[in-house]
């Protein structure tokens, strides 16, 4: 399929992932090259590349998104410690999927700011 990234082939099951949670709009599964002890991601089933294509009618998926992180995080035991949410954007955010996703990061603590 035109534009298709990794994301959506592992939506698809064409390759193996580590998944945490799947609804009708959402995905998270564990990161493959972890920066952390806990790193997975959760994404929306519908392709949106960049948090720049994001329109007001997908405010209640972004919600979401972030619902679900919250969930699994809690689920994982990182509410009390804390965790971190990272979404890169383009080249200086540092993305390389164009197909939105929510880093959920946790089990250490994190430097700030970021490198
Ligand atoms: P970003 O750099 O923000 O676009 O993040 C993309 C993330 O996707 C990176 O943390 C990668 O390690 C992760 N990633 C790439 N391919 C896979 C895969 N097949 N399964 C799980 N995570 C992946």
Request: net charge negative.
């Amino acid at each position: 399929m035109t534009d298709d990234t990794i994301f959506d082939k592992i939506i698809r099951r064409e390759i193996p992932s580590d998944i945490l949670y799947e609804d009708d709009d959402v995905l998270a599964f564990s990161d493959v090259n972890p920066q952390a002890p806990v790193h997975f991601l959760v994404i929306p089933k519908q392709r949106i590349a960049t948090l720049n294509d994001l329109q007001p009618e997908h405010a209640e998926l972004v919600g979401k998104l972030v619902l679900t992180a919250r969930q699994l995080a809690a689920d994982k035991g990182l509410a009390e410690d804390g965790y971190r949410l990272v979404m890169n954007c383009n080249d200086h955010g540092g993305q390389t999927v164009f197909h939105i996703h929510l880093h959920v990061l946790g089990g250490r603590p994190m430097g700030w700011p970021p490198g």
